[in-house]
């Protein structure tokens, strides 16, 4: 299954509405998620296995969805790089 990287940015006065939604709506995306908030950064940040971009976004409380980004990402092996360079 696909892999994404999320980066949901919120404000300072969002915050606690978007932890609360998480919370509600969506707490295994909680348990998953990195926050920056307590260092001024209030961004969530995770990694998410997902069918595609727009899943993932599902997962946010609505009113953070079109402020973050989601980046399908993939391992690339050392092997991967060797045979980039032919």
């Known amino acids: 299954m696909p892999q994404f990287l999320l980066e949901s940015p919120h404000t300072k006065e969002e915050c606690l509405r978007a932890l609360d939604e998480l919370v509600d709506k969506e707490p295994t995306l909680l348990k998953e998620s990195w926050f920056g908030c307590m260092s001024g950064d209030h961004t969530e940040y995770a990694t998410i296995e997902a069918s595609n971009e727009s899943e993932v976004r599902g997962m946010l409380p609505e009113f953070l ?9 993939t391992k690339i092996t050392p092997e991967e790089v060797r045979r980039f360079h032919m």
């Open 65 to 73: 969805r079109e402020k973050a980004r989601v980046v399908e990402v």
